[in-house]
């Protein structure tokens, strides 16, 4: 008893969320950074069994990483994430869905308690909540992803838009070689004894004119998507000015709710729009244009997921704007089907896209990117779970930085 007591005493003054069993799984010490992070006091765990310790983490009573420490267990360690073993320690990655929307990563570590006589008394465990640190590290290796594919989407650029050219060239010169209104096409046709009005009335008999016309719009189809690869790779060339982003945001609304396409498409018009702005917002340096094309795509891409879900309620889309910080916030949130981990890891890639063969290219939410991040040092971020909508939050420097 004595020797329980003072572990107790030890753990307490630790200061990372720490607790201890015995051999038979109860609870012997929990220390006040665990009842921080899960909410349950000392006085309502400690001696009770039947893996109650579990609850808080995972919402049912299972063996963890503590237990593992005490009777190793091959299939429940190949469970978790970076698990490790050196002596008499195991550590591993945990991800608890409780305490919190989103859930939290924790990094757990493990040891067996030993007697004077070296006998195994038990074990403890010591956790830290790396949410912040997973976060920064998945933003990390997103930036560097993006930078890496805005090269290679600059060169693709480049390579295509030469043989492009020519394309669009050729075709328009096709139309022109063909026309009457030209004499040198007229003096050909003579030269060769055909009649040119004729050449032109087959050509519209079998359809050539149209082909050619289709060959023309997807060439300049192709120009736009190739126009966005490279504003996806460098940042923007035009001037930033302080602006009213509740002004921008009006109009975008408007926009959005008058543009026949959307109407079209998406039923705009049901959809419910909420405005929360904060009072006193400053005004932002910003390229206007650019963001009200960033603004508008992420509205426009809540309104498709929406016209394509079976809703269970009204559609809604809520826009607020805050200041955090020495940031002003943005966020377009709405009550959609939202999208699953990996469609949300992808989702700002190039070329990335969960519509329909022909309806989207796949760029635009990356030249929002590329316009949020490299054209106005801001960040751009989704939060998002099946079944829970998701929400963009835009985040804007409110003093203008050097890129």
């Known amino acids: 008893m004595e020797y329980q007591d003072r572990l107790t005493d030890i753990i307490n003054f630790l200061p990372d969320a720490t607790w201890a069993i015995d051999t038979a799984g109860t609870v012997i010490a929990w220390n006040r950074a665990i009842e921080e992070l ?10 009770k ?5 579990a609850v808080p983490f995972y919402g049912c009573r299972l063996p963890i990483l503590v237990d593992v420490a005490i009777t190793p267990n091959l299939e429940q360690e190949r469970q978790y994430k970076s698990f490790i073993r050196v ?10 869905p409780h305490f919190r929307p ?11 308690l030993l007697d004077s006589a070296g006998n195994v008394i038990g074990a403890i465990e010591t956790i830290r909540d790396i949410t912040e640190h997973k976060r920064m590290q998945e933003i990390m290796a997103h930036t560097e992803k993006m930078v890496m594919v805005g090269g290679l989407a600059a060169g693709m650029a480049h390579e295509i838009n030469n043989p492009l050219g020519a394309i669009l060239q050729h075709a328009q010169n096709i139309e022109r070689r063909v026309s009457a209104d030209i004499p040198a096409n007229l003096k050909a046709a003579a030269e060769v004894g055909v009649d040119l009005d004729l050449v032109r009335a087959y050509l519209q008999k079998r359809g050539i004119f149209d082909f050619i016309g289709h060959i023309r719009s997807a060439g300049m189809r192709a120009s736009e998507i190739i126009s966005n690869m490279l504003h996806f790779s460098r940042g923007s060339e035009a001037g930033i000015e302080p602006a009213d982003v509740a002004t921008l945001l009006d109009r975008i609304l408007e926009l959005a709710g008058s543009d026949y ?9 049901q959809i419910e729009l909420q405005r929360q702005y904060a009072p006193g917002l400053p005004p932002v340096p910003i390229v206007s244009s650019e963001m009200e094309q960033v603004l508008l795509n992420i509205i426009k891409n809540a309104a498709q997921a929406m016209s394509g879900a079976a809703m269970v309620s009204q559609p809604c ?8 910080g020495d940031v002003i916030a943005i966020d377009i949130e709405d009550n959609g089907p939202g999208m699953a981990e990996a469609v949300r890891r992808r989702i700002f890639e190039p070329f990335f896209s969960t519509k329909a063969v022909g309806v989207g290219s796949g760029l635009g939410l990356s030249v929002a990117y590329a316009i949020v991040t490299k054209g106005h040092g801001g960040s751009i971020e989704i939060r998002s779970r099946p079944g829970e909508g998701s929400c963009f939050t835009v985040k804007l420097p409110l003093q203008e930085r050097k890129l």
């Open 38 to 47: 899960t909410g349950v006091k000392a006085e309502s765990i400690i001696g």
């Open 102 to 112: 989103g859930g939290v990563y924790l990094w757990a570590k493990a040891r067996r």
């Open 87 to 96: 002596g008499d320690t195991v550590e591993a990655e945990i991800f608890a």
């Open 49 to 53: 069994g039947d893996f109650e310790y």
């Open 261 to 269: 396409d959307m109407k079209k498409k998406y039923n705009f018009q």
């Open 317 to 324: 889309i809520i826009v607020r704007i805050r200041v955090s």
